[in-house]
């Protein structure tokens, strides 16, 4: 798992963490299972401050992404990658659909937008 945060990007760090281990579930860099770093080896890793990582892990906990045994290791939960991909692209799909709004774009011309682009994403 390749995480990286930015202090200047606005975002507090630990939400940076949480999209980032959201991202890696999703794209099946994280399984089912696999177990993550502890909380200090993470922040060491990431040079932040270990309650950065706690608040991170616990947000994913409690959103069900991440499962955890008492005393045990922060795991993967079990069918977490299906429902945290449909989570982002939920998310991407409500932010297109505000920016088509906005610039007065129809439904049906984002749709063939998207179809030409994954068209011409298949033709690479």
């Known amino acids: ?3 990286v945060l930015d202090p200047n990007n606005g975002l ?3 939400l940076q963490l949480v999209d ?4 890696a ?3 099946g860099a994280l399984v089912d299972g696999e177990e993550l770093p502890s909380v200090r080896a ?3 890793e990431l040079r932040v ?3 950065t990582v706690a608040k991170a892990y616990r947000r994913l906990e409690d959103e ?3 499962r955890r045994r008492r005393g045990g290791p922060y795991q993967v939960a079990p069918q977490a990658g299906a429902g945290v991909a449909d989570e982002l692209l939920a998310a991407d799909a409500d932010a297109l659909l505000r920016r088509a709004d906005a610039l007065g774009v129809s439904l049906d011309t984002v749709i063939d937008l998207l179809r030409k682009r994954s068209e011409a994403e298949d033709r690479r």
């Open 1 to 3: 798992m390749h995480l």
């Open 12 to 14: 507090p760090l630990y």
């Open 20 to 23: 980032g281990v959201r991202e």
């Open 25 to 27: 579930v999703a794209a």
């Open 42 to 44: 993470l922040g060491a």
């Open 49 to 51: 401050n270990y309650h």
């Open 64 to 66: 069900g992404v991440l």
